[in-house]
């Protein structure tokens, strides 16, 4: 008879058995339960975010990781965004306006959200509830195109024919109501100070308004294309604007009549612009490609991204300015990082372009990492012979003089 120290052992050697057999599985690769959680797999940005219709404006909340969308249905969209995959997710959607959104605004607090439509109507959303606030049914006579939030208290709106119009939101009422653009406002830009408030318009000029002493002060001479987008940097002593033709143009503060710059950028009608430092904006192009460029030297640094072949509707930066977002008519969101642009330094000297330059790529999610942005769009040599022949073209550029105007393209 087996004593009660024996039965014990039998057990035990057993179960011993067991356990080996399952790490043995476990370790060959076995289905073992061990191995079911996976670790969420974590990206450089956030993953795409898809709509049913082409997004018009971005804007991203001020303190938290969300960003607001409007589409060209008068949708308004609420994300939170995540660079764990799977946890970029909706939060709520309006559908409050009757026609396309065409701008979306946070508060500075990031409580409220703001948005203005083609059905000339001004919104305002509680946030964290995604309800409706306050409406301003009839706020222009015409569509509405532009937004910027001054203050907590104070908004400019720029509609379809050139008028702008400045609210008390307290009241309820527009406090400015000047027209002296002949076409559409695209953007408004507002000062440090809150003081001197830029407009870009259509009409080819930008203008200039006091909304301190609530006064128009000027217009400046008209360029050869629609100013699309309008934007302070050099810490307030410049002002750019991007254009239809592709080219930026650059203003003195106190010297707003005419240019003191102008930069053409080989691109397709630049449709916003965004700084990211003081000397570096992103501007976004009908071509699909956003490039970063910096302001005086001026320069086209590279492509930050891009949507191939589709164009870009707006961009915008996120609170730490670690990511850009675009959308375009891919009807896709995409987010790219830009954390590394305020570490890029931009030399006076500017060297010789060759005959067939390529764009640099500045994130590893524009096509063509590293040097050859333009790789796979370009048409490849038939033959060895004609590499050869590049080779040699190439060869003798860069023996050419290295003297270049500023004024050159990317």
Known sequence: ????????????????????????????????????????????????????AIVNTLAFHPKQDIIAAGDIDGDIYLYSYSCTEGETKELWSSGHHLKSCRKVAFSHDGRSLFSVAKDKAVHIMDVEAGKLVTRIPKAHS?????????????????????????????????????????????????????????????DGTMGVFNIKRRRFDLVSEPQSGDLTSVA????????????????????????????????FVQAESLESIVPITDSMVCAASMDGVIRAINILPNRVVGSVGQHKGEPIEDIARSYDSHFLASSAHD????????????????????????????????????????????????DEPDDAQD?????????????DDDSDSDSGSD
Not at 355 to 363: D, P, R, V
């Open 387 to 399: 590499k050869k022949d590049n080779m040699k073209e190439e060869e003798e550029d860069d023996k």
């Open 1 to 52: 008879m087996a004593t009660a120290q024996e039965v014990d052992e039998e057990p035990l050697k057993v179960k011993d058995e067991d356990e080996e057999e399952v790490e043995k599985d476990t370790d060959d690769g076995g289905e073992g339960d061990e191995e079911e959680p996976k670790e969420p797999r974590i990206r450089d940005t956030p993953e795409d975010i898809h709509f049913d």
């Open 232 to 263: 302070i940097v050099k810490r307030g002593r410049k002002a750019v604007c991007g254009s239809s033709d592709g080219t930026i143009y650059i203003f003195n503060w106190d010297g707003f009549g005419a240019t003191s710059d102008r930069f």
């Open 142 to 202: 015409v569509p509405i195109y532009s937004l910027l939030l001054v203050d907590e208290n104070v908004l400019a709106t720029g509609d379809d024919e050139g008028t702008l119009k400045v609210w008390d939101m307290r009241k309820g009422t527009a406090i400015m109501d000047l027209k002296h653009h002949e076409d559409f406002i695209s953007e408004i830009a507002i000062d440090e100070a809150k003081k001197i408030l830029l407009t870009s318009s259509g």
């Open 331 to 378: 009807q896709l969101v995409k987010f790219w990082d830009i954390s590394k642009l305020s570490e890029l330094h931009v030399s006076d000297y500017r060297k010789r372009k060759k005959k067939h330059g390529k764009l640099t790529s500045l994130s590893k999610k524009a096509v063509g990492c590293g040097d050859n942005f333009f790789a796979g769009l370009l």
